[in-house]
Nanobody, 113 residues
């Protein structure tokens, strides 16, 4: 079974940056439509960014111009700049392996104001 593991979360001051990484237990290129979502306390999970097999990228309006999703042959990344307190959430990477959608365990991002 394929697993996704996020890393890179932490505590940062408003205006700062973090880079999240998502690694797969198998070849990351075997996972399609890798996305980053987040869930803040008391709120619904929100899709933040995704990257399709052709390299096309989409972002939530709330993060456009501040977050960048990218990938290499090993991992998928989420570069987060100009962080705001409202970006505080647990961030998850997820994607499709065959017909199955798989999720990582999440990494906490806390932005202090």
């Amino acid at each position: 079974q394929v697993q996704l593991v996020e890393s890179g979360g932490g505590l940062v001051q408003a205006g700062g940056s973090l880079r999240l990484s998502c690694a797969a237990s198998r070849n990351i290129n075997s996972i399609n439509n890798i996305s980053w979502s987040r869930q803040a306390p008391g709120k619904e999970r929100e899709l933040v960014a995704n990257i399709n097999p052709r390299g096309g990228k989409n972002y939530a309006d709330s993060v456009k111009g501040r977050f960048t999703i990218s990938r290499d042959n090993a991992k998928v990344y989420l570069q987060m700049n100009s962080l705001k307190s409202e970006d505080t959430a647990v961030y998850y990477c997820h994607g499709r392996y065959g017909t199955v959608t798989i999720w990582g365990q999440g990494t906490q991002v806390t932005v202090s104001s």
